[in-house]
């Protein structure tokens, strides 16, 4: 697993206190809800490194995001 989506995963954990124990539980709706901010953001990044005043400007950024996102992940293509 790349180490941002570990990360992101240890995040959605919830913890509970028992008393005598202590158990995490994955939220999957949190987990889902942080790669999708962290995509916008990776998507918001590239968005602002390219001039949008055309639309084959706007092809090559939405390329770029999707590059970028796999990148970041660790996704083969």
């Not at 990360?7 to 539980?25: H, P, S």
Request: glycine letters at 6%.
């Amino acid at each position: 697993m790349n180490e941002r989506i570990r990360q992101l995963y240890d995040q959605a954990i919830i913890i509970e206190d028992g008393g005598d124990y202590v158990c995490g539980e994955l939220d999957p709706e949190k987990f889902a809800e942080l790669i999708v901010r962290e995509c916008a953001e990776l998507c918001n990044s590239v968005a602002t490194q390219h001039d949008n005043n055309n639309e084959t400007k706007a092809e090559v950024g939405a390329w770029d995001c999707r590059r970028t996102i796999k990148e970041h992940f660790g996704v083969e293509e």
